[in-house]
Nanobody, 115 residues
Framework: QVQLVESGGGLVQPGGSLRLSCAVS????????GAWYRQAPGKQRELVATIFRFGNTNYVDSVKGRFTISRDNAKNTVYLQMNSLKPEDTAVYYC?????????WGQGTQVTVSS
């Protein structure tokens, strides 16, 4: 039973920081890429960041230099460090893992950037 449990979302002021965590159980995520997506109301889900097996990463242009995706294989956890947050970053953030052709999703965690 594969499960992804997210935490770390909340309300933050513009310019602030949050660190999202995605705890994976039921499978060793070290073999697979991990990713963070986000979805704002009325918009399509957007791929934000990806981290591959050996640590290389990709980011959507809008978050480059501000967000950092990382993984701790010993803890079976994927992180998203978000700095210099903007109101445009407001969305539900989802953790994603594709293992053996099957996509697994976290439940989503709300990030709201507002003064």
């Amino acid at each position: 039973q594969v499960q992804l449990v997210e935490s770390g979302g909340g309300l933050v002021q513009p310019g602030g920081s949050l660190r999202l965590s995605c705890a994976v159980s039921g499978i060793s995520m070290s073999m697979y890429p991990g990713a963070w997506y986000r979805q704002a109301p009325g918009k399509q889900r957007e791929l934000v960041a990806t981290i591959f097996r050996f640590g290389n990463t990709n980011y959507v242009d809008s978050v480059k230099g501000r967000f950092t995706i990382s993984r701790d294989n010993a803890k079976n956890t994927v992180y998203l460090q978000m700095n210099s947050l903007k109101p445009e970053d407001t969305a539900v953030y989802y953790c994603n893992l594709v293992a053996r052709g099957t996509p697994y999703w976290g439940q989503g965690t709300q990030v709201t950037v507002s003064s």
